[in-house]
Structure formats: structure tokens, C-alpha cells
């Protein structure tokens, strides 16, 4: 098993920075992709980036290429989302997830609970 909690969000300004944590515990982190996910009021889950169990590979949507930025630390079981320029549309609740069935997954086995980024203009 798996359990994942995000933190690191929060109100900021457009144009700002924030990063993203979420802490892993439970079985062999190491073993599975991670991937973080968004989702805004009245819109479907968007998914913004995932990375692979040994860090090598990432896979990032168009929609925040460039921007964001995902990694791991293995040593703290923890993933991040580092965001940059920041605009009011990335408001959204930002979900991470764990994944055993490879960097493009559409199955995600364990996600978190959620943390809030807001972006006023």
C-alpha cells in the first residue's frame, strides 16, 4: 500500500512561483511513477506530468511544458511539482498519484487528498 499526501498550496499572485510536495509512504515507493494531476471547479481531472521510477523520464503536457517542473527525492519518499509563472487559469485543486503501470499511464493506483492553488490576477 500506498499513501500520499500533498501539501505546498496555497494563494499567490500571477506570475509567482510555488512548489508542490507529495510525501509517500508505504510500500516501494521506488517502484512506481509518479504523476500530479489538477482539477478546477466544474472541469474534468487534467493531467499536467508524470516522472518514472528511476527519474530519467518525464512526460509533461503541452499545457504546462515549460512551467512546471516534476521530480523525486527518493532518500524522502517525496515527489514535487515545481510551478512557475503562474496564472490565474492554473487555480485548481492539484492532485499527486502513484502508478505501477508505467510513465503514460491512464491508471493511477493511489492518489492523494488534494491541495489548493489559487492564482489571483
Known amino acids: 500500500q500506498v499513501q500520499l499526501v500533498e501539501s505546498g498550496g496555497g494563494l499567490v499572485q500571477a506570475g509567482d512561483s510555488l512548489t508542490l510536495s507529495c510525501a509517500a509512504s508505504g510500500r516501494s515507493f521506488s517502484d512506481y511513477a509518479m504523476g500530479w494531476f489538477r482539477q478546477a471547479p466544474g472541469k474534468v481531472l487534467e493531467f499536467l506530468v508524470a516522472i518514472s521510477p528511476n527519474t530519467i523520464d518525464t512526460y509533461y503536457a503541452d499545457s504546462v511544458k515549460g512551467r512546471f517542473t516534476i521530480s523525486r527525492d527518493s532518500a524522502k519518499n517525496t515527489a514535487y511539482l515545481q510551478m512557475n509563472s503562474l496564472k490565474p487559469e492554473d487555480t485548481a485543486l492539484y492532485y499527486c498519484?502513484?502508478?505501477?503501470?508505467?510513465?503514460?499511464?491512464?491508471?493511477?493506483?493511489?492518489w492523494g487528498q488534494g491541495t489548493q492553488v489559487t492564482v489571483s490576477s
Open positions: 498519484g502513484a502508478t505501477s503501470t508505467g510513465l503514460h499511464s491512464s491508471n493511477y493506483d493511489y
